[in-house]
């Protein structure tokens, strides 16, 4: 398992901007792939974006255009910009390495209207 925290969440007007970042345990390309996911009250945890060890990229539909993914060696980060109340939600960072998954404690993004 790998020891992963959040940091970077707030409260932000609509239309405003936050960078999410993760830290690892261990070196970040040392995963097989990393992602940022979501849960805002009453809804089931949804992915919002994934990057892979080669780099490779995917993003749900409801951010693309809006959100950026990215890492460096120590952290991995969510750059959100046009924020969105229905963007309100806890948000989680994963790894995943070895055929197993870690998950972080989560921090909490909410957008105002």
């Known amino acids: 398992q790998e020891q992963l925290v959040e940091s970077g969440g707030g409260l932000v007007q609509a239309g405003g901007s936050l960078r999410l970042s993760c830290a690892a345990s261990r070196s970040i390309f040392s995963m097989n792939a990393m992602g940022w996911y979501r849960q805002a009250p009453g809804k089931q945890r949804e992915m919002v974006a994934t990057?892979?060890?080669?780099?490779s990229t995917n993003y749900a539909d409801s951010v693309k255009g809006r959100f950026t993914i990215s890492r460096d060696s120590t952290k991995m980060y969510l750059q959100m910009n046009s924020l969105k109340s229905e963007d309100t939600a806890v948000y989680y960072c994963?790894?995943?390495?070895?055929?197993?998954?870690?998950w972080g404690q989560g921090t909490q993004v909410t957008v105002s209207s």
């Open positions: 990057i892979t060890s080669f780099g």
């Open positions: 994963n790894a995943d390495k070895d055929g197993g998954r870690s």
